[in-house]
């Protein structure tokens, strides 16, 4: 079963697969280790196999570490039975033994196909991966191939390599069916043998950053900047977006005539909405357009990065959102903690503070300046203190010595 033919044929296949022909070797010496301890489950020591590429065979050998005791456990010998062995083993030795395997050439004979069918798998698999590596955040179409265990397969390119989609990557409500075609975004590549992955999403921001890539000329040229963007997968996205040209309409640009680019995304989104924000340098001015579709009257610094926006009584549940989705989005969007008020409330709590402001004032003003304050003792004669020994011995008033 092996012969020189056999190297020559791993030798062929390092050249037109670049595969090392000791990578094969390495494997194919561990798998029939393997092989030959499942079929000769009652041999004792550790089977080790090594390649003589000159001779053309595999040469097998038992080996086994020398302990000073009276008993041996699995892969060890005693000291008295090493010594029949080598007059010269001593403990801790590792000792070698060739033996010929019997009754083993057909499992040597599959598991050596099957270890280079598998290394060559491998190889082309992580080859394929390495091209992959530069598609790190990237658009994709895929074909699903298989849903398993609410995971979702996804063929990739022309087939060559398969993505995977775990659920925290699916969007809530969509439905995938094997032979659906669908976009994903390239999340992240991992190789590495067995491990070897392509994660994808349908749920990350960055889906729609390359959608509107392709739909819009303008983001794809630099003309038309995204400066963030904030979603919540199948209900909302917020698209903070900027103009670094004067002549061109931002917004405009992103919605198309008649809303065609911006649809074409929702479209491919599953019917999500998508709000178009002009970016603004002023935080404050971005909070307040942050909050669309909802009508802002005013946004007030209350701290670093935190904000107090003011909005119409009707509005107030729509600036909210649903569950304080609109609200949310727009402080992902932003990167500041924002608190919406209606007008009426902050009407309320504003005269609240004026009214506390005004008693503190008044309380402050009614105590006594520190210059008018009356000095101690004032309008008083005070006579120094006898001391106590003195006023013993002082005579008292009106006696006789």
């Given at each position: 079963m092996i012969n020189k033919d056999f190297f020559a044929a791993l030798a062929d296949l390092e050249r037109e697969k670049g595969i090392s022909e000791q990578v094969f070797l390495d494997a194919l010496s561990a798998a029939l280790a393997s092989a030959y301890k499942k079929q000769f489950e009652g041999e004792t020591g550790n089977v080790e196999v090594r390649a003589d590429e000159e001779k053309g065979t595999l040469r097998f050998f038992l080996t086994h570490v020398v302990v000073d005791s009276e008993e041996a456990q699995e892969g060890e010998i005693t000291l008295e039975e090493a010594l029949k062995i080598k007059k010269s083993a001593k403990a801790g030795d590792v000792l070698s033994e060739e033996f010929v395997p019997k009754d083993f050439t057909r499992i040597a004979a599959q598991t050596a196909k099957q270890v280079i069918l598998q290394k060559i798998h491998e190889t082309e698999r992580d080859n394929t991966l390495s091209e992959f590596s530069d598609k790190e955040g990237e658009l994709m179409s895929g074909l699903v191939r298989k849903i398993d265990m609410k995971n979702v397969y996804v063929e990739l390119g022309k087939g060559q390599i398969e993505g995977l989609m775990l659920p925290q990557d699916q969007v809530p409500g969509e439905r995938y069916e094997a032979?659906?075609?669908?976009?994903?975004?390239?999340?992240?590549?991992?190789?590495?043998?067995?491990?070897?992955?392509?994660?994808?999403?349908?749920?990350?921001?960055?889906?729609?950053?390359?959608?509107?890539?392709?739909?819009?000329?303008?983001?794809?040229?630099?003309?038309?900047?995204?400066?963030?963007?904030?979603?919540?997968?199948?209900?909302?996205?917020?698209?903070?977006?900027?103009?670094?040209?004067?002549?061109?309409?931002?917004?405009?640009?992103?919605?198309?005539?008649?809303?065609?680019?911006?649809?074409?995304?929702?479209?491919?989104?599953?019917?999500?909405?998508?709000?178009?924000?002009?970016?603004?340098?002023?935080?404050?001015?971005?909070?307040?357009?942050?909050?669309?579709?909802?009508?802002?009257?005013?946004?007030?610094?209350?701290?670093?990065?935190?904000?107090?926006?003011?909005?119409?009584?009707?509005?107030?549940?729509?600036?909210?959102?649903?569950?304080?989705?609109?609200?949310?989005?727009?402080?992902?969007?932003?990167?500041?903690?924002?608190?919406?008020?209606?007008e009426s409330v902050a009407a309320k709590l504003e005269q609240q503070a004026k009214e506390a402001q005004e008693a503190l004032s008044a309380a402050l003003e009614s105590m006594p300046a520190a210059d008018e304050a009356p000095a101690a003792g004032e309008g008083e004669t005070i006579e120094p203190a006898v001391p106590a020994e003195a006023a013993a011995e002082a005579p008292a008033e009106g006696t006789e010595e």
């Amino acid at each position: 079963m092996i012969n020189k033919d056999f190297f020559a044929a791993l030798a062929d296949l390092e050249r037109e697969k670049g595969i090392s022909e000791q990578v094969f070797l390495d494997a194919l010496s561990a798998a029939l280790a393997s092989a030959y301890k499942k079929q000769f489950e009652g041999e004792t020591g550790n089977v080790e196999v090594r390649a003589d590429e000159e001779k053309g065979t595999l040469r097998f050998f038992l080996t086994h570490v020398v302990v000073d005791s009276e008993e041996a456990q699995e892969g060890e010998i005693t000291l008295e039975e090493a010594l029949k062995i080598k007059k010269s083993a001593k403990a801790g030795d590792v000792l070698s033994e060739e033996f010929v395997p019997k009754d083993f050439t057909r499992i040597a004979a599959q598991t050596a196909k099957q270890v280079i069918l598998q290394k060559i798998h491998e190889t082309e698999r992580d080859n394929t991966l390495s091209e992959f590596s530069d598609k790190e955040g990237e658009l994709m179409s895929g074909l699903v191939r298989k849903i398993d265990m609410k995971n979702v397969y996804v063929e990739l390119g022309k087939g060559q390599i398969e993505g995977l989609m775990l659920p925290q990557d699916q969007v809530p409500g969509e439905r995938y069916e094997a032979g659906d075609r669908i976009k994903v975004f390239v999340k992240r590549v991992r190789s590495g043998g067995r491990n070897a992955q392509v994660l994808v999403s349908r749920t990350a921001p960055g889906l729609v950053k390359r959608l509107f890539e392709e739909e819009v000329p303008e983001i794809k040229q630099g003309t038309v900047v995204i400066k963030s963007i904030s979603r919540e997968a199948g209900h909302r996205t917020k698209m903070a977006i900027a103009s670094e040209d004067a002549r061109v309409d931002a917004v405009g640009a992103c919605v198309g005539n008649k809303g065609a680019r911006v649809n074409a995304v929702v479209q491919e989104l599953g019917g999500e909405k998508v709000d178009i924000i002009l970016w603004s340098e002023n935080p404050l001015e971005f909070i307040a357009k942050a909050l669309s579709p909802a009508t802002v009257v005013s946004v007030t610094q209350t701290g670093e990065k935190s904000a107090i926006a003011v909005v119409p009584d009707d509005k107030l549940s729509l600036a909210i959102g649903r569950d304080g989705q609109n609200a949310r989005l727009a402080a992902r969007l932003t990167g500041w903690k924002i608190d919406v008020k209606s007008e009426s409330v902050a009407a309320k709590l504003e005269q609240q503070a004026k009214e506390a402001q005004e008693a503190l004032s008044a309380a402050l003003e009614s105590m006594p300046a520190a210059d008018e304050a009356p000095a101690a003792g004032e309008g008083e004669t005070i006579e120094p203190a006898v001391p106590a020994e003195a006023a013993a011995e002082a005579p008292a008033e009106g006696t006789e010595e």
